[in-house]
């Protein structure tokens, strides 16, 4: 193994995730154990034009693995998105001595490290950090899986009150542009439709099921719709839609918001970020640069940065197969 980098630098961009902080710690004791050093990075490219850094060693990551969030915190950074502020960047990376950076985050924050080694040659890792489980490369992202825990405890949660008082509920959970955590978690929670943004169901239609639901002898229907759903302008406009048009459902919502976010990572979660560090660090050491670490088919593989920020992930058709079948 080529070990020509000396001190290699981590950081949290974007939003947060379950599994951030077992990445950051599977990063700092790889070093550890390659005997390199490791800096942390607080508040993410905000903190890197600042040089913002803390010395790590293997004992500053203890009792991080099952906490949520990001102990080196996250921020948007407006200045690194000029020149002037990455220039500022890497002026403070050089002045640290750091000859490698470890980017955990999504594909804004990969973006940014693109662009950074484009302009200064300076060696980049990523490991993709985000609940919606959106980044080309890899089946998993840290954080989807804690994600669906949370949504389908929450589920099961609200079926209870649903079920008590013949209540149609609509659960809205994140996904933007993808359905990734509707679809899945519908299908555990036995949702009775599922909306999302890469299928439109059509309100009409959506109307008519969720009537021979009612017509085959369900009292209470949950519907679970990702918040990129196109068929209303919002979740909100959906109820009405259907209190309107359906009689003797009382319909109430439910957004979960940024409780999808937080909690401790499940077990799936801090194993996947454990093997990323590694695979991110090993592979920064190897020569690598500019890619991102993804678990394909149960391995630990790299993509290109570039691939990984325009590549595009793909709903599983089976999925809405077998949401079909389990909504009879």
């Known amino acids: 193994m080529s070990q020509k980098i000396k001190k290699i630098a981590v950081l949290t961009s974007g939003g947060d995730s379950p599994g951030m902080n077992a990445a950051i710690r599977s990063v700092v004791r790889t070093c550890a154990y390659h005997k390199i050093e490791c800096v942390g990075v607080y508040r993410g490219y905000e903190g890197l034009i600042e040089g913002d850094f803390k010395e790590m060693n293997a004992r500053s990551v203890r009792g991080i693995i099952n906490k949520g969030g990001t102990i080196l915190k996250s921020a948007r950074s407006k200045e690194f998105r000029t020149v ?4 500022k960047a890497h002026e403070a990376l050089k002045k640290a001595g750091v000859e490698g950076l470890v980017v955990i985050g999504g594909d804004g924050s990969f973006t940014g490290a693109l662009i950074f080694n484009q302009e200064f040659g300076f060696p980049v890792m990523g490991i993709p950090g985000t609940i919606d489980n959106d980044i080309f490369g890899t089946s998993h992202t840290l954080g989807f899986d804690t994600a669906l825990n949370t949504v389908v405890e929450a589920i099961d949660k609200i079926r209870d009150t649903a079920s008590s008082h013949n209540r149609l509920f609509f659960i809205e ?25 890469e299928e439109d169901l059509g309100l009409d239609r959506l109307v008519d099921s969720l009537n021979k639901s009612r017509t085959s002898g369900k009292s209470s229907s949950i519907v679970i719709v990702a918040e990129g759903d196109k068929i209303g302008k919002n ?20 957004v979960l918001g940024h ?8 077990c799936f979660d801090r194993v996947l970020a454990s093997r990323m560090g590694v695979k991110a660090v090993e592979s920064m050491l190897g020569g690598e640069t500019n890619f991102m670490v993804g678990l394909m088919n149960g391995k630990m593989l790299l993509t290109p940065l570039d691939k990984a920020i325009k ?10 197969r077998v949401s079909d079948i389990m909504s009879t």
């Open 259 to 266: 409780m999808q976010r937080g909690g401790a990572p499940s």
């Open 311 to 320: 590549g595009k992930t793909k709903i599983n058709l089976e999925l809405l």
């Open 84 to 87: 002037e502020g990455r220039q």
């Open 235 to 254: 979740i909100f406009e959906l109820k009405d839609y259907v209190d309107q048009n359906m009689e003797g459902y009382d319909v109430r919502v439910s």
């Open 173 to 197: 959970v994140m996904g933007r542009d993808v359905g990734h955590i509707a679809l899945n978690a519908g299908i555990a929670g036995g949702a009775e439709e599922i909306l999302i943004p």
